[in-house]
């Protein structure tokens, strides 16, 4: 059980880690991630885990951060981030209070704000800082989007949590 907004809320998953390099990388301290590792690792459902805190465990993540904001970032629309905004919303269930499913957005019982976008046009990313960020497939989004569009939203002084940024991808 854990207190969040002055309410006690249980979360139940079926989500676990499959082998303890998944566990430590859900478990890690650190506020940037950097995970390289082959195609059957299971590294978007541990992104997704992870950015949404919902696994045995979690201390950190959108149901742990009252009116947070956290986006998944993919390399393209469809099908990376629509897929991952349908699993999300799937999993989450009735912890979503609102979803709109145009701007692949889902506000949470908490009112933390996931949402989900392309890196096709950095241009399209901008926006206020963030609470947590998922880059998935990192070797496909370009270097120039992380340094001059993506770190910066990590860069503000955190007002509701601790910001940290997971990059996931297969080695390129």
Known sequence: MRRVADSHITIKTDFT??????AAILNAVEDELDVTCGRRFGKSKLAKAWITGVFPGAKWGAVHTPGGRFWYVAPTL???ARDAYREIKKSLGSLVKHKNDSDLELTLFND???EFKS????????GPGLDGLVIDEKGVISAHTWD???SPMLADPP???????LRVGTPR
């Open 148 to 150: 001059t569009v993506l």
């Open 112 to 114: 933390a704000v996931l």
């Open 78 to 80: 469809k099908p990376v």
């Open 17 to 22: 880690p499959h082998s303890p390099e998944q």
């Open 159 to 165: 007002d509701k949590c601790r910001r940290r940024v």
């Open 119 to 126: 890196a096709e046009d950095p241009d399209n990313l901008l």
